[in-house]
């Protein structure tokens, strides 16, 4: 099975501070996408990559960045954090044709 | 007006009932439906995969697409309080590409 692992399961940072979400899949797919998920909302895509250094904007793109400079290690970065980036984050991946498998998610909250 | 309408809930229903949940959507490029389960504080899982319309089914899963009303559905047969979950359903145009969330439907089932 595939195995997609986020490095952290509960962050607490201050405004301002700049937070890196780490993201590790184990199956080398192209594909990897980084969602967040809020009450109501439901999940809203950031970023999503199709390939090593390539990049998309989804969504919500707005005071998020990321880095994809392995297959297998998909990065979100906060560039400068603020209250209103406190959701959970969730990792995907996809091999295409079979729906994603998620990673159990960072609870990130931001004071 | 979101792309995809969940319900949010929560749908409470006894142990053994069928549970019942549904999604409405307006693009009708989407050809690819999806189901997840989604516990408390963990990443959602992929219950059901279908392409198009029609109806696929999973030991007590059913799976149902209906394009030309745009409105999918999932249902429980024979619930159990292990099934007591977010369920949130997605969908893309392409097995590549983003998916569309609902909000998610939250399921309570008791003994």
């Known amino acids: 099975d595939v195995k997609v692992t986020q490095s952290s399961r509960y962050l607490v940072k201050r405004t301002g501070e700049k937070v890196f979400l780490e993201c590790v899949q184990d199956?080398?797919?192209?594909?990897m996408f980084w969602y967040r998920q809020d009450p109501g909302l439901g999940l809203r895509l950031i970023y999503f990559?199709?390939?090593?250094?390539?990049?998309e904007k989804g969504d919500i793109p707005e005071g998020y960045s990321v880095s994809r400079e392995k297959k297998e290690r998909f990065s979100l970065i906060l560039e400068s954090a603020s209250t209103n980036q406190t959701s959970m984050y969730l990792c995907?991946?996809?091999?295409?044709?079979?729906?994603?498998?998620f990673g159990s998610g960072t609870r990130l909250t931001v004071v | 007006q979101k792309e995809v309408e969940q319900d949010p809930g929560p749908l409470s229903v006894p142990e053994g009932a069928i549970v019942s949940l549904n999604c409405t959507y307006s693009?009708?490029?989407?050809?690819?439906f999806m189901w997840y389960r989604q516990y408390s504080r963990k990443g959602p899982e992929l219950l059901m995969y279908t392409y198009s319309s029609g109806n696929k089914e999973d030991g007590r899963f059913t799976a149902q697409v209906d394009k030309s009303s745009k409105y999918i559905s999932l249902f429980i047969r024979d619930s159990q309080p292990s099934d007591s979950a977010t369920y949130l359903c997605?969908?893309?145009?392409?097995?590549?590409?983003?998916?569309?969330f609902g909000a998610g439907t939250q399921v309570v089932v008791t003994p």
């Open positions: 693009n009708s490029a989407f050809q690819y």
């Open positions: 995907a991946t996809t091999p295409g044709g079979k729906g994603y498998t």
């Open positions: 199956m080398d797919h192209e594909n």
């Open positions: 997605a969908m893309t145009t392409d097995s590549w590409g983003k998916f569309q």
């Open positions: 990559s199709y390939d090593v250094k390539m990049k």
